[in-house]
């Protein structure tokens, strides 16, 4: 009896999200919780995307679509104490979204509220080989903040502020299991890329970890540090998620951002570098967290930004085979 390939050499196949036809299965998934109280506008994020006609410019894109599904709880589940302990769940049945979606062989795009939603997507991916048999996942985190707060280190204590430091192991624990991220990544299996604005003991963090930083510079010119980076996150794990917060960007195409910061990344150039991330095999989702809507973009400069890094990256994905 032949043996099966290992999870290394399954997800090293070019071809794995390619239909009969050649066109690449994308399954977009919106997550609109984000684990903050009094943020309506949050929520509206994924929506707007849907509203202006993403699963469109995908199937445009020549790629075959499943109809997008949303993330959300049960009755039972929305009258549980505690804002963090709802965000676990919505971020578990996320990642219950996102393994099934690896196994039947449909490339992710998260349309997500928050950067909270990080912890679904790498536990989705870490579950989606045989049962018992976890994943090893690397994590690309384009942001022009760290996120690598702890409660400890924090200045304004937000939550969205802390996913990534969540996601190591380094707090919050319950939420991170109950997100169904277990175990936590190792740090050097993390790269943080386009950050420009660190809390200081944030920042204090982040240089005693294995966090590797990758710049602006890096993703404008599609650096030999950028490929290095992704070459030895494709050495050392199974898959790989690239995570998107749209304050990453240039504040010229994100003006209704709160976060925004000076000296980003243009949307064409980082749709160039996505492009570049995803010929990488092992990469298996995108998630584009935080898109500016409704009032927020009133000329939907911010959400045609979203739509370039989600075509940059499925771009990359048809070049695999080419290569």
Excluded at 73 to 102: F, I, K
Excluded at 175 to 194: K, Q, W
Excluded at 220 to 228: D, F, K, M, V
Aim: proline fraction near 7%.
């Amino acid at each position: 009896m032949e043996s099966l390939p290992s999870l290394s050499e399954a997800a090293s196949d070019p071809g794995r999200y390619d239909d009969a036809e050649g066109r690449t299965r994308v399954a977009l998934i919106k997550m609109p919780y984000h684990g903050g109280r009094n943020i309506p506008e949050l929520s509206d994020n994924p929506d707007y995307l849907e509203e202006g006609g993403v699963l469109q410019v995908v199937v445009d894109r020549g790629a075959s679509v499943r109809p997008i599904r949303t993330v959300g709880l049960t009755t039972e589940e929305q009258r549980q104490y505690g804002e963090r302990a709802r965000m676990a769940m919505a971020n578990a049945h996320l990642a219950r979204m996102v393994s099934e979606n690896e196994r039947d062989g449909y490339l992710t795009v998260g349309l997500l509220a928050n950067c909270t939603s990080v912890m679904g997507v790498l536990a989705g991916l870490q579950g989606s080989g045989p049962p018992g048999d976890r994943r090893t996942v690397g994590l690309v985190f384009i942001d022009a903040h760290g996120d690598f707060n702890t409660p400890e280190t924090s200045l304004s204590g937000m939550l969205g502020g802390m996913p990534v430091a969540v996601s190591a192991g380094l707090a919050l624990h319950n939420l991170r299991r109950g997100s169904g991220l277990d175990p936590p990544l190792p740090t050097r299996h993390i790269v943080l890329a386009g950050a420009r604005d660190l809390d200081p003991l944030e920042a204090e963090l982040l240089a005693s970890s294995d966090v590797v930083r990758v710049s602006v510079d890096d993703i404008r010119t599609r650096s030999p540090r950028l490929h290095a980076e992704m070459r030895r996150l494709s050495e050392e794990t199974d898959l790989i998620y690239v995570h998107i917060d749209m304050d990453v960007l240039d504040p010229l195409e994100v003006p209704g951002h709160s976060l925004n910061v000076p000296d980003g990344p243009s949307s064409a150039a980082l749709g160039a570098a996505l492009a570049d991330m995803f010929a990488y095999p092992k990469v298996a989702a995108l998630g584009v967290a935080s898109t500016p809507a409704d009032e927020r973009d009133p000329d939907g400069v911010s959400r045609r930004a979203a739509y370039t890094l989600i075509l940059g990256a499925l771009d990359g994905v048809r070049s695999r085979e080419a290569s």
